[in-house]
């Protein structure tokens, strides 16, 4: 049996990590490699890193954050935001990142999900993917828009019918974010989250509105993911991820068992 994961996300704008509330208003939570290796310790399976503005700003990753945060965790993260080119990509991939998230830019230029998933490997390649409630009487399929630039460019394009191209393009793994319940904290969006993993063949992470254990929960056992993308729940102090993972395993969820190093005497 697979086991499910816990993943970190920490946006990061300007070398801080950030936190909003549906992508606004948000407020300073700390230094990312510190706070990446705090997680890294504490039990996290995966961390995930996000330039929040650097594809609206045209501006390339940080690369430098990236060294920094290799030399420091010993579990698999993942980068995304301003990489806009398969050498991008490269260059991320040797700064020590085991995957690059790709959302905008796959959007707007499919290709790069087969030019990396060919260089690099489909499970080098997460899609990014930014959805928002459109309604059930919308054009849309299956009632999800698709949106990049960090929430603020709609592109009238089916969430569903998108998850499926970008698999078949090379996506080795899709990190699904719901705009409506980010930072809400009052559960994720199990709807189109179920939606899109039984449709397609790579693992789906749940994101965006996790606010107490029992929506991790919810998040394996009705929306079907693969993993639990969390970041309110650990950034507030409220919840660790050694407890989150507990949680887990006593609702008969198949997990890795926390980790934690002892500091050194």
Same mark, same amino acid.
């Given at each position: 049996m697979l086991l499910k994961r816990l993943i970190v996300c920490l946006d990061v704008r300007d070398r801080r990590v950030t936190k909003g509330v549906r992508? !606004?208003?948000?407020?300073?939570?700390?230094? &990312?490699?510190? *706070?990446? =290796?705090?997680?890294?310790?504490? $039990?996290?399976?995966?961390l995930v890193f996000y330039d929040i503005t650097a594809s609206a700003e045209h501006r390339p990753t940080d690369l430098e954050m990236v060294r920094q945060v290799a030399r420091k965790v010993f579990i698999p993260f993942s980068v995304g935001g301003g990489v806009r080119s398969s050498s991008d990509m490269r260059?991320?991939?040797?700064?020590?990142?085991?995957?690059?998230? !790709?959302?905008?830019?796959?959007?707007?230029? &499919?290709?790069? *999900?087969? =030019?990396?998933?060919?260089?690099? $490997?489909?499970?080098c390649v997460v899609l990014g993917m930014d959805v928002r409630?459109?309604?059930?009487?919308?054009?849309?399929?299956?009632?999800?828009?698709?949106?990049?630039?960090?929430?603020?460019?709609g592109m009238d394009l089916d969430?569903?019918?998108?998850?499926?191209?970008?698999?078949?393009?090379?996506?080795?793994?899709i990190c699904l974010n719901a705009i409506d319940t980010d930072g809400v904290r009052g559960g994720y969006e199990l709807n189109i989250t179920r939606m899109i993993s039984e449709s397609v063949p790579v693992p789906v992470i749940a994101s965006g509105g996790a606010g107490k254990l029992s929506h991790v929960k919810d998040a394996f056992l009705e929306g079907g993911a693969d993993a639990a993308l969390v970041a309110s729940m650990v950034h507030s102090g409220e919840f660790s991820c050694g407890e989150i993972k507990r949680y887990m395993m006593e609702h008969h969820i198949p997990a890795r068992r926390a980790f934690v190093r002892k500091e050194s005497q």
């Open positions: 992508f !606004l208003d948000n407020r300073d939570i700390g230094d &990312p490699v510190e *706070l990446a =290796e705090k997680y890294c310790r504490d $039990g996290a399976d995966e260059q991320v991939l040797l700064a020590g990142a085991d995957k690059v998230s !790709l959302n905008s830019l796959a959007v707007l230029h &499919p290709e790069i *999900l087969r =030019e990396g998933a060919k260089a690099f $490997g489909r499970q409630f459109a309604g059930v009487s919308s054009s849309l399929p299956s009632g999800y828009e698709v949106v990049i630039e960090g929430g603020r460019r969430a569903l019918e998108w998850a499926k191209k970008a698999v078949e393009l090379g996506a080795g793994e």
